[in-house]
């Protein structure tokens, strides 16, 4: 064992999944040692704070204030990145990746912003950027995607890909509660940032998303082309009305392609209890994967956390590894980003099936009036519930389930509708139904 | 385009998924070309018969009946093993092992008999066999532990592995039908041979189980080491009683490891309603994977077909190809096999929750007597369900679910019951229960 090979380590941002590689990397570096023919050495761990006790222990002269010059030091090999944001982690990576050194990175929202300039740095400098912990914490979705499933034109993906979001909808529907109360609870617990936007607003699926997409389909996909809606302020009645019609409420990201262009999108979507998706609940995620050959494929696990995010960032480092001892990149994602131009969807002509709910005065022919609106963009009705006006309140809510049509024509409709006598709460509450044909 | 590196591969078996193969390399190798950064090019496929139409168009000239001309040929790199079974595949595999050219195959049996050969032949010429395609179609699970969760010690592993039983049983219970009947309509509908042995006695999967336990725990799994019970005469009260308590019973090989050893079995096994296992059905495949970092992950997809198991077998020659290009293997799983001793646990020591039915005369005391035998062998009973007689039955279905217990003893107690008078029907169905703990 003592002549096997050893690949230095430098971990940059002692945070929760820093720690957790660190700590991983002491557990299971023997075994991996064993799996690998190589040693992954850990060369230093740098952090503005190298002070606070992360639960792990650390060989103090193995901590640094310095990323850059760690970074730069002759015996590291692998850099991985776990500050976050677009700040110092993009200058670093940029840093490494221009000495030829391959970075593994969580980094999902720089992947996202600044990803094809980050992937034609690698290329021009021969070198690689892993990023399996970028998506869905622990679960291999980016090699199953980019490895596994290389045989197939992947012609659809459904990911719940935000933990704090599910967590959310998965007690507001168990224990029918109101969003803000159901926020506050796990911000008090830690499922949540103090500042939820990133979360409960989709930006963070939408970072997610885009990331699947452009590996699904070889391509660069900006985030400008992500529709995003998240579930802040989401009603519980919803989530009770949606489970009524036997449906659950998922925040969705949506990914499609076929020969007329690529569609990215997140939102709250109904998906049949029946369905897997459905069965996701808590902060766990799952990625549906269909491609042409395989047809469906499903990936499940812990989507956030250190230990979850640590097992994917040491695979990955495992493979740049691997990679290094062979001479160099195996998989050349960078050339795809650069090559391959792809046409993005109209938002507007995306056809889905819809749940839409009104608030009408209780009065006669209003419901009659918004259904003729429906027909008139044509958008058949598959379903029509109302419900008894709540005590004391002076409208009832509508609820259409919708047959397919076009997000422009569902867009006009609800705008008619919402200018309607006799209609109240607008614009109304409007969600996607997926039905993974 | 032009100077794209190419690499030679051959196709030894036109079978279903050979055929599959061919045409996923007609429809997607540009595709597949534009990813890899290179061009898997097919230098012929070899078959006794070449004469049948397998549905896809070949260049006559690429047929052959000599599998190992076609093996020796200078220019194939890469060699496709679809033939199955364990006379000539063995042969050709060796044959290509020892000229250290790569083969792929969905060869499970073979891996199961012959795998530390194998691996052997590989690691001694320093080349690789690949195996995606031998567990679960076209799920990428063979990628997923080797690499994916490398940084995990395996807990454990769940999997639903045969999508003949899983088809029956999922029939049996939602259309309340006899095991006879389901089998007999699985074979005419072809998703069960003729000899459905292999399948329905649990074979098949305690084949794959051997492959992903040497695979989870680096070591050889001799099949002699895996304990096997099937579906077969599966009585579809027992499914149905089994409903009623909230369970589904699913073929499950069951695969653990600690510091004590491993234990790998196939068994029917009743999960909760709830369980993502549960949910699985028809022919569709799950693995259930725990590790020791990530925690739960999940695997899902259709588990046999000649599409999915191409959508592997095509993944695996572009990694083969890939490492190839890269001057070599880049996983040496081989060393992994030979290195590690590992214990496998007593059978008689595993402990499970068990479903225990009897038929019972129904005089008063055989259950309070029954109970008594169970309790003196430290098993306890989570609970008791006592079914009316059928019209005209002499004997009532008396059901126990029992809390853990050591198999040892379990046997013990069932052997007595057995023998006890007011017992009938000898031996009891015992199936064990899994709680995913």
Same mark, same amino acid.
């Given at each position: 064992?003592?002549?096997?090979?050893?690949?230095?380590?430098?971990?940059?941002?002692?945070?929760?999944?820093?720690?957790?590689?660190?700590?991983?990397?002491?557990?299971?570096?023997?075994?991996?040692?064993?799996?690998?023919?190589?040693?992954?050495?850990?060369?230093?761990?740098?952090?503005?704070?190298?002070?606070?006790?992360?639960?792990?222990?650390?060989?103090?002269?193995?901590?640094?204030?310095?990323?850059?010059?760690?970074?730069?030091?002759?015996?590291?090999?692998?850099? !991985?990145?776990?500050? /976050?944001?677009? %700040?110092? #982690?993009? =200058?670093? *990576?940029?840093? $490494?990746?221009?000495? @030829?050194?391959?970075?593994?990175?969580?980094?999902?929202?720089?992947?996202?912003?600044?990803?094809?300039?980050?992937?034609?740095?690698?290329?021009?400098?021969?070198?690689?950027?892993?990023?399996?912990?970028?998506?869905?914490?622990?679960?291999?979705?980016?090699?199953?995607?980019?490895?596994?499933?290389?045989?197939?034109?992947?012609?659809?993906?459904?990911?719940?890909?935000?933990?704090?979001?599910?967590?959310?909808?998965?007690?507001?529907?168990?224990?029918?509660?109101?969003?803000?109360?159901?926020?506050?609870?796990?911000?008090?617990?830690?499922?949540?940032?103090?500042?939820?936007?990133?979360?409960?607003?989709?930006?963070?699926?939408?970072?997610?998303?885009?990331?699947?997409?452009?590996?699904?389909?070889?391509?660069?996909?900006?985030?400008?082309? !992500?529709?995003?809606? /998240?579930?802040? %302020?989401? #009603?519980? =009645?919803? *989530?009770?009305? $949606?489970?009524?019609? @036997?449906?659950?409420?998922?925040?969705?990201?949506?990914?499609?392609?076929?020969?007329?262009?690529?569609?990215?999108?997140?939102?709250?979507?109904?998906?049949?209890?029946?369905?897997?998706?459905?069965?996701?609940?808590?902060?766990?995620?799952?990625?549906?994967?269909?491609?042409?050959?395989?047809?469906?494929?499903?990936?499940?696990?812990?989507?956030?956390?250190?230990?979850?995010?640590?097992?994917?960032?040491?695979?990955?480092?495992?493979?740049?590894?691997?990679?290094?001892?062979?001479?160099?990149?195996?998989?050349?994602?960078?050339?795809?980003?650069?090559?391959?131009?792809?046409?993005?969807?109209?938002?507007?002509?995306?056809?889905?099936?819809?749940?839409?709910?009104?608030?009408?005065?209780?009065?006669?022919?209003?419901?009659?009036?918004?259904?003729?609106?429906?027909?008139?963009?044509?958008?058949?009705?598959?379903?029509?519930?109302?419900?008894?006006?709540?005590? @004391?309140?002076?409208?009832?809510?509508?609820?259409?389930?919708?047959?397919?049509?076009?997000?422009?024509?569902?867009?006009?409709?609800?705008?008619?509708?919402?200018?309607?006598?006799?209609?109240?709460?607008?614009?109304?509450?409007?969600?996607?139904?997926?039905?993974?044909?």
């Amino acid at each position: 064992m003592s002549k096997m090979k050893e690949i230095g380590v430098a971990v940059l941002g002692f945070g929760t999944v820093g720690a957790g590689v660190v700590e991983t990397l002491q557990k299971n570096g023997a075994l991996l040692g064993e799996r690998l023919g190589l040693r992954l050495a850990l060369r230093g761990v740098a952090d503005l704070d190298v002070k606070t006790d992360r639960g792990v222990a650390v060989d103090p002269a193995l901590l640094t204030t310095d990323g850059a010059a760690l970074i730069a030091r002759p015996d590291v090999d692998v850099v !991985v990145e776990l500050i /976050g944001g677009t %700040g110092a #982690a993009k =200058a670093f *990576i940029l840093q $490494a990746l221009k000495l @030829g050194k391959p970075v593994v990175t969580a980094n999902k929202k720089l992947l996202a912003e600044h990803g094809e300039e980050i992937h034609r740095v690698a290329e021009e400098h021969k070198t690689e950027i892993l990023f399996e912990a970028s998506v869905g914490g622990g679960i291999p979705i980016i090699k199953a995607l980019r490895e596994g499933l290389c045989a197939n034109r992947i012609q659809s993906l459904y990911g719940i890909l935000n933990g704090t979001c599910n967590y959310i909808l998965t007690r507001m529907e168990e224990e029918k509660l109101p969003f803000d109360e159901v926020l506050k609870a796990a911000q008090a617990a830690g499922y949540a940032e103090a500042e939820p936007s990133l979360d409960v607003d989709g930006h963070d699926t939408a970072h997610k998303a885009a990331v699947l997409a452009s590996l699904a389909y070889g391509c660069n996909v900006p985030l400008n082309k !992500v529709s995003v809606a /998240g579930i802040r %302020g989401m #009603a519980a =009645a919803d *989530i009770a009305y $949606a489970a009524e019609m @036997g449906y659950r409420i998922k925040l969705l990201a949506i990914i499609q392609g076929g020969a007329d262009g690529v569609e990215v999108g997140v939102q709250p979507t109904l998906v049949k209890h029946s369905h897997q998706l459905a069965a996701v609940s808590g902060v766990f995620n799952a990625v549906l994967v269909k491609g042409d050959v395989v047809g469906t494929t499903l990936y499940y696990g812990r989507g956030a956390g250190r230990a979850a995010a640590a097992s994917a960032v040491v695979a990955d480092l495992a493979d740049a590894a691997l990679n290094l001892r062979a001479g160099g990149r195996r998989r050349d994602l960078s050339a795809v980003h650069a090559k391959t131009p792809v046409a993005f969807r109209d938002p507007g002509e995306i056809v889905a099936r819809h749940y839409l709910r009104f608030s009408m005065k209780d009065q006669p022919g209003t419901l009659a009036r918004a259904a003729t609106v429906l027909g008139a963009h044509r958008i058949g009705i598959d379903s029509v519930m109302q419900k008894e006006a709540a005590k @004391g309140a002076a409208y009832v809510p509508v609820i259409f389930v919708t047959g397919p049509a076009q997000e422009r024509e569902m867009a006009a409709a609800l705008a008619e509708i919402a200018a309607m006598d006799g209609v109240v709460d607008r614009p109304a509450v409007a969600y996607r139904i997926e039905d993974f044909e």
